[in-house]
């Protein structure tokens, strides 16, 4: 289904002459009690064929939640005498694949926009071999492996266009996993990492519903294809988490094309400390086994409806020549 977004708060543009501020947001899902596995899947789109001076974005949207999730995909595209544009994603938390795409090939046209961003998120809870809450120490150590395929074309290049593609990992505090928050900059949130991909100078902003954003520092930058990242973690305790692969380009009066292809894919894998077994909220991660019974949260769930999760881009300041 494509949605036709009015300009407001998050979809309006900055007009400055260095500065290029677009913002995505998610939308609001209705609240539901304890902590929710989740996929979903956002495309976004701004072309001259947007002829209503109050619309900004055509977008398309999935979102699944609960145990056992189901996969989410969106896809949107638009062409025209000033170029084309595209973008595709695809989320499956039970088999552990994001897929993210993105195209534009600017003719000659301004204020063109695209981005796709797929993610899906967890609650993981280890045991011992007894059965018994495992306890985590200081050596204690979790790791995600993340296994992404791929390739970028772009022309003249990346940063002209004002384009990249991200990778982005949030560790929760355990019954925090909120579909509508926000990935950073939150007490909840426990640590992030984020990789930049195809262009070291993107900039990227996990914001709430409300306008306050929090930049997110780069982890590391990948600029060829396929890559293996391997990410260890100590939370401390149980945890939840989110993973996200998302691509965007927003090349103002800038021509040229690029390709940011990710459809073939991102596969996340995770393995708990050494002897333990890991449960997780969906049921259905790989290498996890669902949970057995209530088990208990520290603290409890409001999913406040603040939950407009979202993920923006910002041009890289440029200096005069």
Not at 66 to 75: E, K, L, Q, V
Not at 145 to 166: D, E, H, Q, R
Request: hydrophobic letters at 35%; proline letters at 7%; one cysteine or more.
């Amino acid at each position: 289904m494509i949605n036709r977004t009015l300009s407001g708060i998050w979809f309006s543009r900055l007009i400055a002459p260095v500065l290029a501020l677009a913002a995505l947001s998610t939308p609001s899902h209705t609240a539901q009690a304890g902590v929710q596995a989740y996929t979903e899947t956002n495309a976004y789109i701004h072309s001259p064929n947007q002829t209503n001076p109050n619309e900004y974005f055509l977008s398309a949207r999935d979102f699944k939640y609960g145990t056992n999730p189901g996969a989410s995909s969106s896809s949107i595209a638009e062409s025209g005498t000033w170029g084309s544009l595209s973008s595709n994603g695809y989320a499956n938390l039970a088999t552990g694949v994001l897929k993210s795409q993105t195209t534009l090939d600017n003719i000659g046209a301004s204020d063109l926009y695209v981005q796709s961003n797929a993610y899906f998120g967890d609650g993981f809870r280890t045991s011992n071999p007894d059965g018994s809450p495992y306890t985590w120490g200081p050596s204690s150590s979790g790791v995600f492996t993340l296994n992404l395929s791929g390739s970028i074309a772009a022309f003249p290049s990346l940063p002209t266009l004002n384009a990249g593609a991200f990778v982005v990992l949030s560790i929760f505090r355990p019954g925090t996993l909120d579909p509508n928050g926000a990935i950073a900059g939150i007490p909840d949130v426990i640590q992030y990492f984020y990789w930049q991909l195809g262009n070291p100078t993107l900039d990227l902003y996990s914001c709430d519903y409300v306008g306050h954003c929090t930049q997110l520092l780069p982890t590391g930058f990948l600029a060829a294809f396929p890559q293996t990242i391997t990410q260890q973690i100590n939370p401390g305790s149980d945890f939840d988490w989110t993973l996200l692969i998302g691509s965007y380009g927003a090349p103002g009066s800038a021509t040229g094309s690029f390709d940011m292809d990710f459809s073939h894919t991102l596969t996340a894998q995770y393995s708990g400390p050494t002897g333990t077994t890991t449960h997780s909220q969906s049921g259905v991660f790989p290498g996890t086994l669902a949970l057995v019974g209530t088990i208990p949260e520290p603290g409890s769930l409001v999913l406040s409806g603040l939950g407009v999760a979202a993920v923006c881009a910002l041009r890289r300041r440029r200096t005069a020549d």
